[in-house]
């Protein structure tokens, strides 16, 4: 799911970088992050059940992305809108279905 929220961020939106962030004791998400190529980007705190609790920042530009590029992932737009803002409403990016 990251991986297709990464390819519509730089290929659907022209994103130059995404962020994403992790409880630091939430070795799954951190590793996913890891894994797709995001870098550290510092420490912060959230609060998590009402208590203070550490997260690990993650950053990741266009061109750090470009190598790790999955290409069956394929964008489509179906009514392309915007809304007031000017954002893109209505479009998916999902996995090609190949033989």
Same mark, same amino acid.
């Given at each position: 799911?990251?991986?297709?929220?990464?390819? $519509?961020? +730089? &290929?659907? +939106?022209?994103?130059? /970088?995404?962020?994403?962030?992790? +409880? $630091? @004791?939430?070795? *799954?998400?951190?590793?996913?992050s890891e894994t797709l190529g995001? /870098?550290?980007?510092? !420490? @912060?705190? &959230? !609060?998590?059940? *009402? /208590?203070?609790?550490?997260?690990?920042?993650?950053?990741? !530009?266009?061109?750090?992305? $470009?190598?790790?590029?999955? &290409?069956?992932?394929? $964008?489509?737009?179906?009514?392309?809108?915007? &809304?007031?803002?000017?954002?893109?409403?209505?479009?998916?990016?999902?996995?090609?279905?190949?033989?």
């Amino acid at each position: 799911m990251r991986e297709a929220a990464l390819h $519509l961020s +730089f &290929d659907g +939106f022209g994103a130059a /970088e995404a962020a994403s962030d992790a +409880f $630091l @004791d939430n070795a *799954g998400s951190n590793r996913v992050s890891e894994t797709l190529g995001y /870098e550290r980007n510092g !420490t @912060d705190w &959230d !609060t998590r059940r *009402g /208590e203070p609790a550490r997260i690990q920042r993650w950053r990741i !530009t266009r061109e750090q992305w $470009l190598p790790r590029r999955r &290409d069956d992932v394929a $964008l489509r737009c179906r009514g392309l809108s915007t &809304d007031l803002s000017g954002n893109i409403l209505n479009c998916r990016a999902r996995r090609s279905r190949r033989l």
